[in-house]
């Protein structure tokens, strides 16, 4: 059973930074890549961004680029999501998650992210 948990979420200013993590207890050969969601109230889960294990391509929605960045730690079975120039609107719970080559499987409990004015 695979386990994955978020740390580093909390409340910062407008224009601030914060680096999240998501480690696995685990990484299996069916994990292909990890990535990041986020859901604020009201609306619905919203892709954020996600990394392959092997070879290291990211990809984000259109909303972060430029201000977030997903790295990894293959050893430490660790990623992680740079989040820079934060707004109000990336306030959210942020998820991780862990996909074979067709669907996520493996979800985090989240950590709240929120932005203040």
């Known amino acids: 059973q695979v386990q994955l948990v978020e740390s580093g979420g909390g409340l910062v200013q407008v224009g601030g930074s914060l680096r999240l993590a998501c480690s696995a207890s685990?990484?299996?050969?069916?994990?292909?890549?990890m990535g990041w969601f986020r859901q604020a109230p009201g609306n619905e889960r919203e892709f954020v961004g996600a990394?392959?294990?092997?070879?290291?391509?990211?990809e984000y929605t259109d909303s972060v680029k430029g201000r977030f960045t997903i790295s990894k730690d293959n050893a430490r079975n660790t990623v992680y999501l740079q989040m820079n120039s934060l707004k109000p609107e990336d306030t959210a719970v942020y998820h991780c998650?862990?996909?074979?080559?067709?669907?996520?499987?493996?979800w985090g409990q989240g950590t709240q992210v929120t932005v203040s004015s």
């Open positions: 998650a862990a996909s074979s080559r067709n669907s996520w499987v493996y």
């Open positions: 685990v990484r299996t050969e069916n994990m292909w890549r």
């Open positions: 990394i392959f294990w092997s070879g290291g391509r990211t």
